[in-house]
């Protein structure tokens, strides 16, 4: 099995497992939507004074981080493409907590850290059998997983 398909594979959990981690799934998404939201509408204002992230410009880090919080956010309710659009999350949430808030104290950055812990759970975990990854690439994988141990 190839590292990308490893990078896809969802493996279906007990059955209260699943069900956690759908919960959690959908609950940091759904809080995640609004700030992501606000922001969207915040694109087309010439007057938005945002964070510059590598030096990209306040626009295309505004940009960025729409896409994360609002697009990624969606995408992850629905558990499509999960640890790749977590990625775009992670890091988001990482500028937020160790370059926005770097010098600032626990207090201020724990609102990104309430974002970035389950972000990296879901990251290590995948989405679990409720989701769209696991119609699409979970069976299919599984067959290929247990066909490869047949050979070696």
């Not at 694109?43 to 410009?57: I, M, S, T």
């Not at 309710?77 to 999350?89: C, H, S």
């Not at 370059?99 to 970035?116: A, C, P, T, W």
Request: aromatic letters at 12%; hydrophobic letters at 50%.
């Amino acid at each position: 099995m190839s590292r990308v398909s490893r990078f896809f594979l969802v493996t279906a959990h007990s059955k209260t497992v699943d069900l956690g981690l759908f919960i959690l799934r959908v609950g940091i998404s759904l809080l995640m939507l609004p700030h992501g939201w606000r922001k969207l509408k915040q694109l087309n204002d010439p007057q938005v004074d945002f964070y510059n992230f590598l030096g990209l410009g306040p626009d295309i880090s505004l940009l960025l981080i729409v896409i994360a919080e609002f697009f990624c956010s969606i995408l992850l309710i629905l558990g499509l493409g999960t640890r790749a659009i977590l990625i775009p999350l992670m890091i988001g949430m990482a500028v937020v907590v160790f370059m926005v808030h770097g010098s600032d104290s626990l207090d201020d950055k724990e609102h990104g850290l309430l974002f970035l812990v389950p972000y990296i759970v879901l990251f290590i975990t995948g989405p679990g059998k409720h989701s769209l990854d696991y119609l699409i690439f979970g069976k299919k994988m599984l067959h290929e997983e247990a066909k490869a141990k047949l050979y070696f």
